[in-house]
């Protein structure tokens, strides 16, 4: 039996899709999600903006026992997505316990930077 590990909840308070790209490479943001578990996770995304309402249910599936990688480029609902050169932020929701980590890669410039970070889980009581 494969345990699941993690957190239900998750937030990533720091994001932005740049509007420009040098070289070769487009500059992207992806949520990484590991599902350890015996069973498939789905999770809603809420995505946060400064000046304007939220996007609500943003609905992803992510297998048991997988990993998958989504750019926050190609989320959408009710034919919204996030716009570049936008600061947002999001909050995923998953009904089994997931790990997410947050990966940006700039390539506004010609030295490209990677980051990469563990979003913040929340402890459901």
């Known amino acids: 039996m494969h345990k ?14 740049p509007v420009t790209s040098t070289g070769s490479l487009t500059s992207h943001e992806s949520i990484c999600v590991l599902n ?26 992510v297998p048991s026992r997988r990993t998958k990688h989504i750019r ?9 997505s996030i716009p570049v050169g936008v600061p947002y932020a999001i909050e995923v929701q998953s009904d089994v316990p997931v790990i997410i980590q947050y990966s940006r890669l700039d390539a506004t410039q010609a030295e490209n930077a990677l980051m990469s970070v563990i979003a913040y889980p929340i402890q459901q009581n």
Do not use: K
Request: with cysteine; charged share 20%; aromatic share 12%.
């Open 4 to 17: 699941p590990r993690g957190h239900q909840w998750w937030y990533i308070p720091d994001g932005y899709i």
């Open 36 to 61: 350890c578990g015996g069973e498939d996770a789905l999770l809603n995304m809420t995505i946060f903006f400064e000046d304007r309402e939220p996007i609500e249910n943003i609905m992803v599936v």
């Open 72 to 80: 926050t480029s190609s989320l959408q609902s009710g034919g919204e």
